[in-house]
């Protein structure tokens, strides 16, 4: 039997929202992955929540706004979903050049 997951965002105060489980869901990742992204974020910053009742929610527009990175040190490729919870668009962001030190 075929099990129907609702991934749909519910609605707190009129802002919509998705809890860490439909949203590892729609983004086809691991809840512990993003509740790692929660707490400590990636090379760009933190997945934004809000807590309520000890839970944490996820605001919708982070679904199309987080910029999630491709693993390794040096990738420097981001990607964000659109609204269908499908990859939307890939960018490469330019490599800082290190300073160097003269004494």
């Known amino acids: 039997m075929l099990k129907v997951i609702d991934i749909m ?30 707490l400590k974020g990636n090379k760009i910053r933190v997945l934004k929540t809000i807590e309520i009742m000890d839970k944490l929610y996820i605001p919708a527009s982070e679904l199309i706004k987080y910029p999630f990175t491709i693993a390794g040190r040096a990738n420097l490729e981001v ?20 300073k160097s030190r003269s004494f």
């Open 79 to 98: 990607y964000y979903y659109n609204k269908e919870g499908k990859v939307d668009r890939i960018i490469t962001l330019e490599k800082k050049e290190k």
């Open 9 to 38: 965002p519910m609605e707190i105060n009129g802002e919509k929202y998705y809890t860490i489980r439909r949203f590892a869901l729609i983004t086809n990742k691991s809840a512990a992955t993003i509740r790692n992204l929660t």
